[in-house]
């Protein structure tokens, strides 16, 4: 199968399970609880959220733009779930009932908090993991693999919401109460929504360093242990040994033979790990306060903010399809036997 065809068939795909979770997540949260009640409309939550708000004059503008952007006036199915479709392929999900604001617009506000955070706090254990694991598989057996491992597997069990307490404990709050130094800050007075100059900007990323460091030492782990593995399983393959044997030295037969094969599983779960760059992680965002797309999603479902949830739900999804597809093309690119199934 050339590599075209391959990749057209790939996303075609990928295309059509997009559709069919974002079908799934409407019957779930919008069908099912009709169902469950016998069928009376009542149930819908969407509508149960209208009919709170709808005593309060602030919330005006939001019950009429839900009702003209879901046509709640009209059958769930099939009426509401097309136009629910077209307003997930449009990009209009309507009015926030939490901030009556245009959702994409809370959302592009939030987004550079989000990704400020968890590009980095994403892509620097990787990089430490991939290196580090290396390190590690090269001198297995010795003092220094089992430091390494050991510390990887401390790293991975403890849960970063904790690692980040310690730290506030540690390096925020004792600091300033016994010798009135401030290393860190403590969670209290969050950035501000929208950076206007260099203060803010230093101010973001002095609060922002406990969140990176705890993230540093919680999610390392988990990467060294994992490339670690990945490595000395291929290092024990007939291929290597041969390779070894012959009188090849162990740098290049790890460059040349062992590298290329750990490539697809890495890729994999790199593919995995990208899109929660969108979506972060909520228990960070509401120990820090921090601002950003996570906190506000767990505000939405807390308050059944229903243009928020499908809007954050339909765009974790599409970025897990798309970074899937985009980690098959590469997948391609640096292991053509995969088209073929070789």
Same mark, same amino acid.
């Given at each position: 199968m050339g590599a075209g065809r391959f990749i057209a068939k790939t996303g075609v795909?990928?295309?059509?399970?997009?559709?069919?979770?974002?079908?799934?997540?409407?019957?779930?949260?919008?069908?099912?609880?009709?169902?469950?009640?016998?069928?009376?409309?009542?149930?819908?939550?969407?509508?149960?959220?209208?009919?709170?708000?709808?005593?309060?004059p602030r919330f005006t503008f939001w019950i009429d733009e839900a009702i003209r952007t879901y046509g709640l006036d009209r059958p769930l199915i099939p009426d509401q779930l097309f136009r629910y479709l077209r307003s997930v392929v449009m990009f209009q999900f309507g009015v926030s009932v939490y901030t009556q604001q245009p959702v994409l617009n809370e959302i592009a506000v939030r987004l550079p908090?989000?990704? =400020?955070?968890?590009?980095?706090?994403?892509?620097?254990?990787?990089?430490?993991?991939?290196?580090?694991?290396?390190?590690?598989?090269?001198?297995?057996?010795?003092?220094?693999?089992?430091?390494i491992v050991q510390t990887s597997v401390v790293s991975r069990i403890l849960p970063g919401w904790l690692v980040l307490l310690l730290i506030y404990y540690g390096l925020a709050y004792?600091?300033?109460?016994?010798?009135?130094?401030?290393?860190?800050?403590?969670?209290?007075?969050?950035?501000?929504?929208?950076?206007?100059?260099?203060?803010?900007?230093?101010?973001?990323?002095?609060?922002?360093?406990?969140?990176?460091l705890a993230a540093l030492i919680a999610w390392s782990g988990g990467?060294?242990?994992?490339?670690?593995?990945?490595?000395?399983?291929?290092?024990?393959?007939?291929?290597?040994?041969?390779?070894?044997?012959?009188?090849?030295?162990?740098?290049?037969?790890?460059?040349?033979?062992?590298?290329?094969?750990?490539?697809?599983?890495?890729?994999?779960?790199?593919?995995?790990?990208?899109p929660d760059i969108f979506g972060g992680s909520i228990i960070f965002e509401i120990i820090c306060n921090w601002p950003g797309i996570a906190s506000f999603s767990y505000v939405a479902l807390q308050t059944w903010?229903?243009?928020?949830?499908?809007?954050?739900?339909?765009? =974790?999804a599409l970025l897990n399809v798309v970074s899937l597809f985009v980690a098959e093309i590469i997948l391609v690119l640096v292991d053509p036997r995969i088209r073929t199934g070789g």
């Amino acid at each position: 199968m050339g590599a075209g065809r391959f990749i057209a068939k790939t996303g075609v795909r990928l295309l059509a399970t997009y559709f069919a979770v974002i079908i799934l997540y409407f019957i779930v949260v919008r069908v099912l609880p009709v169902l469950a009640a016998g069928g009376d409309m009542h149930a819908d939550p969407l509508l149960a959220a209208l009919r709170r708000t709808g005593e309060d004059p602030r919330f005006t503008f939001w019950i009429d733009e839900a009702i003209r952007t879901y046509g709640l006036d009209r059958p769930l199915i099939p009426d509401q779930l097309f136009r629910y479709l077209r307003s997930v392929v449009m990009f209009q999900f309507g009015v926030s009932v939490y901030t009556q604001q245009p959702v994409l617009n809370e959302i592009a506000v939030r987004l550079p908090y989000t990704l =400020s955070f968890y590009t980095i706090s994403t892509i620097l254990p990787i990089v430490i993991g991939y290196y580090l694991g290396i390190i590690s598989a090269k001198h297995r057996g010795k003092t220094l693999d089992s430091v390494i491992v050991q510390t990887s597997v401390v790293s991975r069990i403890l849960p970063g919401w904790l690692v980040l307490l310690l730290i506030y404990y540690g390096l925020a709050y004792l600091p300033r109460i016994y010798w009135n130094l401030q290393i860190f800050p403590l969670p209290v007075r969050a950035p501000e929504i929208g950076i206007r100059d260099w203060e803010q900007f230093r101010y973001l990323l002095w609060y922002m360093s406990p969140m990176l460091l705890a993230a540093l030492i919680a999610w390392s782990g988990g990467w060294i242990y994992y490339i670690r593995q990945l490595v000395v399983s291929e290092m024990g393959q007939d291929y290597y040994v041969t390779a070894v044997a012959k009188g090849l030295d162990e740098k290049t037969a790890l460059s040349r033979h062992v590298i290329p094969n750990v490539r697809p599983p890495l890729v994999m779960s790199l593919a995995y790990t990208i899109p929660d760059i969108f979506g972060g992680s909520i228990i960070f965002e509401i120990i820090c306060n921090w601002p950003g797309i996570a906190s506000f999603s767990y505000v939405a479902l807390q308050t059944w903010d229903f243009p928020v949830m499908s809007a954050f739900f339909t765009i =974790s999804a599409l970025l897990n399809v798309v970074s899937l597809f985009v980690a098959e093309i590469i997948l391609v690119l640096v292991d053509p036997r995969i088209r073929t199934g070789g």
